[in-house]
């Protein structure tokens, strides 16, 4: 698999891809933990977005259980994004079962929720049909993104660096 090891500049390029896309006012962000903190913090500010919360999901890893319901290690209540517009913030829709968990359970708090992501990987998708409403960029590769701590223990022979913009 093809893998793209990229920098805090690619990261600002990315962030300046995704924010002429977004239409409107939020009332309030969700970051999805861990991937969407960085890009959901960058936005938050671009955005001025004030109302900032997080949620944790988590699915079990093995692929026998790829259906199972998922644990909600963190998650606002649901008065504090009723009759919201909810801007939801991760780093890459890969498979896009934990944005969509999050996204159906912000609707059914009753608020309005759009999906902000870096990356879009259209082929991993296991919701065919669905899409981030707002990406800076499709892709196939595995991304490695500055701010993942096991940087040195990939393997940088395998990487290649895709110029941005």
């Known amino acids: 698999m093809r893998q793209e090891l ?23 962000m969700l970051m999805i933990t ?26 079990p890893e093995v692929e026998e259980k790829m259906l199972a319901w998922p644990t909600f290690l963190q998650f606002p209540e649901d008065e504090l994004l009723r009759e919201r517009r909810v801007l939801i913030v991760d780093d890459v829709w ?21 999906v902000a992501v870096l990356h879009y990987k259209p082929g991993a998708s296991l919701f065919k049909g669905k899409q981030p409403d707002y990406y800076a960029a499709i892709t196939d590769a595995f991304i ?5 701590t096991k940087r040195s223990t990939f393997d940088v022979r395998l990487l290649e660096t895709a110029p941005l913009g």
Do not use: C, M
Request: without cysteine; hydrophobic residues 40%; charged residues 20%.
């Open 6 to 28: 990229l920098t805090w500049n690619d990261v600002d390029k990315l962030i300046d891809q995704l924010l002429p896309q977004i239409r409107g006012t939020f009332d309030s």
């Open 34 to 59: 861990r991937g969407g903190l960085v890009p959901g913090g960058i936005l938050a500010e671009a955005l001025d977005i004030r109302h900032v919360l997080t949620a944790a999901v988590r699915f």
């Open 94 to 114: 890969n498979s896009a079962r934990t944005i969509n968990t999050v996204r159906g359970r912000v609707e059914s708090a009753g608020a309005q929720p759009q």
């Open 144 to 148: 490695i993104y500055p701010w993942e």
